[in-house]
Structures are given as structure tokens and as C-alpha cells.
């Protein structure tokens, strides 16, 4: 379906641009087309396992590799390339891949040359090393190769998401998941003549896969890719390549606004900007309005749900909600025994339809928890429907932190802490923050008797363990923490602010101190 979606655009545009990036790589449909199938001969020659890896950053490179594993009949499974290598071993080893589409990366990025070499499989294509002008040519010699048959249930994309406990879990997106989700996207925001996609969201998250590469190239668009998101350089691109549609986090809108020279006359082609993977501060949307005279269009997804549910449309923006629902798919929203609740009334967000997910990869249980026999997905977020099926996001019931837009989970850090041979307990919340970040973690420990430690110390080991954006901001040491009447630790009782904003509501707060950096 996704490859005989891209084949149709290039029947329709073969010599129009199609995608295009910062290394200076352009490519029209029918190049496009052309390199992917030379990659899917690659992959057929290299590996029967039925996932293929990807280790490269959003680009055309990662563009022709993507449709270059579907068209070899395999799922891929794109890596995200900030993780350290012992997080990217446990992804690798639960998808049993034994093959990885990547690079040989430039100096600015070398340390991620050691990761490539530390991933545990037999084969590594190396983008830079095929001769790929030698083996394009060579391919005129041969016909093109069929579209596979692929059946609406096959998975296409395995994409990684982490687990409470911090273990990945790999979501399954069909080929009808991603195929539909697409054009469901393109449906909702209906964009209008000649369009110019921004690629400057991650291809490894499915936020940026969807919209950012099945969108435009199901649209039969122009897509320029960034493999790094620099505030200035982002308003340039939008005035130099006249983009006319942007996906992006909210925390991004947020950098480009602080950019000192910029203008309305930079974002004068710009017809849709949708902020997605992280709630829109109302403040804001109010600024971006100020500035330059055009709304900040919000929706919500998840990976579990190929990503997008809903989305706000130029022609119909209701700002403080999510927007509208889209076509063929439910949303309602639940008590926490999963019972349904009238329109307008706060619960938990379930979705059904055909964006949500065929499960997690060899996990039927954690599947099972999330998915019931009806197949509504429980999304662990908390929102409300509208009578006219308009969903506004009220909160997380699950406990997830997302700093520029990348899924933190707490457990993930609690459990590195507690790792330390100082700390007996931990618990970890979100501190919300300015600038591009959007929330950071804060961290609270109990020391086991006659321990000692520091702030820092604890976040130097952290940095050990971590990736540096999932360390805390601070670590505060406390003699207790909050405690319901079970014992639980009561995380709403916690303060980032510290011992004087910290309480626990059931008795008296927990004596704190704290040391920062």
C-alpha cells in the first residue's frame, strides 16, 4: 500500500521534485523511485530477516531506504539516533535485526560513527559505500521491479517507544495504519496547489514519518529535509524554500519565535502550521498570533495511533482543543473502569479506528492492557469530546515526561537512581520549563542509612546511564517523600519548586533539602 502510494505520485509527477536536504541530495519522483528500488535489491541481497534497521538522520538518504525496505517486502524499523548504544542493543535485539541502514557520519556528528559500530548485527549497508550512481545506472538495464502485495494487516514499521518500567516496546503500524493515517492527515488539512513540506521533525518518531515523509510523497509534494533543528537556520529554509506546510512541536514554534530577525515576511507562503507530540501553551499561540499573523494549528496523536487523531484546520480552528477527529476514526473518553462518558465530560482518552495499532512487538500482554476486545486503545491521557467530535486534552493520567518532544518515562530514571549505591528510593516528576524543552525531569531520593551523596553526584551518574536529556535538572535528597494510605508515594504531593512547595496532603510535608547545581 505505502509503495504503490508512492509509485501513483510518481506516475503523476515523475520529473517534480520530491525530496531534497541539507547535503545538498535533491531527487524527483522518478529518482526517487528509481534509488528505491536499487535499495530494495540491496536489502533482498544482504538479508532474509523480515525487519530492516534504519540509523540515519530525517533525509532524502532516509527516504529512499525507508521505501527501499518496504518494497523488499520487510518491515523497517527506524532507530532513534539519540540513544546510547546500550539502548539501542535492547531495541535491536527485540526486533531481531540482523542488518541496519546507515552511514559513515561526518565529523560534527562522529560520536555517532562508534555507535553504528557498536549495534549488534551481522550486516551494516552503508549508505556512502554502495555506488549508488553505479548501481542506478546498472538498474535501467533491468525492468523495474513490481510494488510487493502487500496485505492492509502486514506490519511496515516497527517504531520504538519506551515502557513504564523504562524496557522498549515496539509498536507495530500496519501498512493500513500508515497508508490511512496519511491520507486522513491530508483529508483534514485539505492543503491546496503546489506544497512545500518542512521535514525538520526526527524520521525515527512517528509524528515526523507520518507527516513529514508519507504525507507529502502520498500528496505528490516537495519535502526539504533538516537532520538538526537550528532556530535561525529553520526561519531561513521557510523563506527560501517557500514552505507552505509545517509540523513541528510546540517548543520548536516556541525557538522560532525568539529568533531575533524574524519576521511575518519569512512565513509569508507558510498555509498550515500544526504543533503536535506535546500540548500548545496558550501563551503561545497568543505570541505566534501577535507576531506573524497566522494561528498555530494544534492536534494530538501518539505512536500507537500511526500518529494523528485529530488536528485543527486552518478554515476551522478551535483554539484550546485539539481539533477535529478524523474520518474513520472513535474517539470517547472513559472512567477509570474503562466505562464510556457523555460527550463534554473529562476522562480517559480512548481511540478506535484504523490508525490504532496492530500491538506491541512479541508483547500480548502489555497489548492486552491497552487494547480490549472491542479495539479501543487506552491512551493514558485525559481529555474531553465535544458533541460535534471536537477533543480537547486536559492532562496525563500515565506519567510520561516529554522534553522536546522526546518520551521520558519516570521509571526509566527512578530506576538508574536507585541503581546508586546511596539512594534507597526515588521518584521522578516534570518541572516545566521555557525555551525549546518544554518539561525537564526533577528528581527526589531517600539515601539508605548512613549515606551520603550530592545533587551532582547523582546526575553524574546518571549521565552514565542516560542520554543527557533524560537527565534531572536537579536531584533534591529528601528524609521521606509523600505517601498515600497504602504506602504509594504520592508524586502529585511533590514540588520541583523544592522544599517549600513541597506537601504531602495527607499529613505533614516531608523534611527535604536539596542541593543544585
Not at 553505479?134 to 492492509?152: E, N, T, W
Not at 500528496?219 to 527560501?240: D, K, T
Not at 520548536?252 to 507562503?269: E, G, I, T, W
Not at 548512613?450 to 551532582?456: E, L
Amino acid at each position: 500500500m505505502l509503495v504503490e502510494s508512492l509509485l501513483a505520485s510518481a506516475d503523476k509527477f515523475p520529473e517534480k521534485l520530491a525530496v531534497a536536504d541539507m547535503l545538498g541530495m535533491e531527487m524527483t519522483y522518478s529518482r526517487l523511485v528509481r534509488i528505491a528500488s536499487v535499495m530494495k535489491r540491496v536489502v533482498e541481497a544482504q538479508t532474509n530477516c523480515p525487519r530492516v534497521g534504519i540509523f540515519l538522520p530525517s533525509s532524502a538518504g532516509f527516504a529512499v531506504s525507508y521505501y527501499g525496505v518496504l518494497w523488499a517486502g520487510r518491515a523497517a524499523v527506524p532507530l532513534n539516533l539519540l540513544l546510547r548504544p546500550e539502548e539501542l542493543q535492547k531495541i535491536v535485539e527485540d526486533a531481531g535485526l540482523d542488518t541496519v541502514i546507515t552511514l559513515r557520519f561526518p565529523e560534527d556528528v562522529a560520536h555517532l560513527n562508534e555507535t553504528v559500530r557498536q549495534l549488534p548485527v551481522q550486516n551494516k549497508i552503508i549508505l556512502n559505500d554502495l555506488g549508488l550512481k553505479r548501481r542506478v545506472i546498472f538498474s535501467y538495464l533491468r525492468p523495474q521491479p513490481r510494488s510487493p502485495r502487500a496485505a492492509p494487516d502486514d506490519v511496515a514499521t516497527l517504531l520504538y517507544t519506551s515502557g513504564t518500567s523504562g524496557d522498549p516496546k515496539g509498536v507495530m503500524l500496519t501498512q493500513e495504519n500508515l497508508d490511512r493515517n496519511a491520507r486522513g492527515a491530508i483529508e483534514l488539512e485539505d492543503p491546496k496547489g503546489e506544497q512545500h513540506f518542512l521535514g525538520v521533525l526526527p524520521l525515527f518518531h512517528s509524528f515526523g514519518l507520518t507527516t513529514m515523509l508519507l504525507v507529502p510523497l502520498t500528496l505528490g509534494a516537495e519535502v526539504f529535509f533538516m537532520p538538526r533543528f537550528i532556530p535561525s537556520a529553520v526561519v531561513r529554509v521557510i523563506e527560501q524554500r517557500r514552505i507552505t506546510m509545517i509540523y513541528a512541536i510546540a517548543s520548536m514554534y516556541s525557538a522560532m519565535l525568539r529568533v531575533k530577525n524574524a519576521r511575518p515576511d519569512h512565513f509569508k507562503s507558510v498555509q498550515c502550521a500544526v504543533s503536535g507530540g506535546e500540548a500548545l501553551p496558550p501563551a503561545l499561540y497568543e505570541a505566534w498570533l501577535e507576531k506573524f499573523g497566522f494561528p498555530l494549528l494544534e492536534g494530538y496523536g501518539l505512536t500507537e495511533t500511526s500518529p494523528v487523531v485529530c488536528a485543527n484546520r486552518p478554515w476551522d480552528n478551535r483554539p484550546g482543543t485539539a481539533g477535529q477527529i478524523m474520518e474513520g476514526v472513535e474517539v470517547r473518553t472513559v472512567e477509570d473502569d474503562r466505562s464510556p462518558l457523555p460527550p463534554g465530560q473529562i476522562g480517559e482518552i480512548a481511540v478506535r479506528g484504523h490508525c490504532v495499532m496492530k500491538g506491541y512487538y512479541n508483547k500480548p500482554k502489555e497489548t492486552a492492557e491497552v487494547i480490549d476486545d472491542q479495539g479501543w486503545f487506552y491512551t493514558g491521557d485525559m481529555g474531553r469530546v465535544s458533541e460535534d467530535n471536537y477533543l480537547a486534552i486536559t492532562g496525563r493520567k500515565k506519567e510520561m515526561i516529554i522534553v522536546s518532544g522526546e518520551n521520558i518515562y519516570p521509571r526509566e530514571i527512578e530506576t538508574i537512581l536507585e541503581k546508586h549505591p546511596a539512594v534507597a528510593e526515588s521518584a521522578v516528576i516534570a518541572e516545566k520549563v521555557g525555551g525549546t524543552r518544554g518539561e525537564v525531569p526533577v528528581g527526589f531520593v531517600v539515601l539508605k542509612e548512613g549515606q551520603t551523596v550530592t545533587d551532582a553526584e547523582l546526575r553524574d551518574h546518571c549521565r552514565e546511564h542516560l542520554p543527557q536529556y533524560k537527565v534531572p535538572k536537579k536531584v533534591w535528597i529528601a528524609e521521606d517523600l509523600p505517601r498515600g494510605p497504602t504506602g504509594k508515594i504520592l508524586k502529585r504531593a511533590l514540588d520541583p519548586g523544592g522544599p517549600e512547595k513541597s506537601g504531602e496532603s495527607l499529613g505533614t510535608p516531608p523534611k527535604i533539602s536539596a542541593a543544585e547545581e
